[in-house]
C-alpha cells in the first residue's frame, strides 16, 4: 500500500502527459520516439520536486513505525 500511495504521483502525471502526447501525435501525424519519453521525464521529475518532501515524510514515518513495532513483533 505504501509503495502504490508513494508511486502514485510519479505514475499520474506521467500518465497524464503520456496521454496528452499521444493525442497530440495522432492528431498531427508526428510519430517521433523522443517526442513521447522526454515530456513523461520531465513530469515525473517535475512530480518528485513537487511531492518529493511529503513522500519522503512518508516513508520516513512508515519505516520508523516498522522500527518502533519491531520488537513487539518479535517477543
Avoid: D, H, Y
Amino acid at each position: 500500500m505504501m509503495v502504490m500511495l508513494v508511486s502514485a504521483p510519479m505514475l499520474g502525471l506521467g500518465l497524464i502527459v503520456g496521454l496528452m502526447v499521444s493525442i497530440f501525435q495522432a492528431t498531427t501525424s508526428i510519430q517521433e520516439q523522443t517526442l513521447a519519453f522526454i515530456p513523461k521525464i520531465i513530469a515525473v521529475f517535475v512530480a518528485i520536486l513537487i511531492f518529493g518532501p511529503w513522500m519522503l515524510r512518508l516513508m520516513v514515518e512508515f519505516v520508523t513505525g516498522v522500527f518502533v513495532n519491531l520488537p513487539q513483533r518479535i517477543g
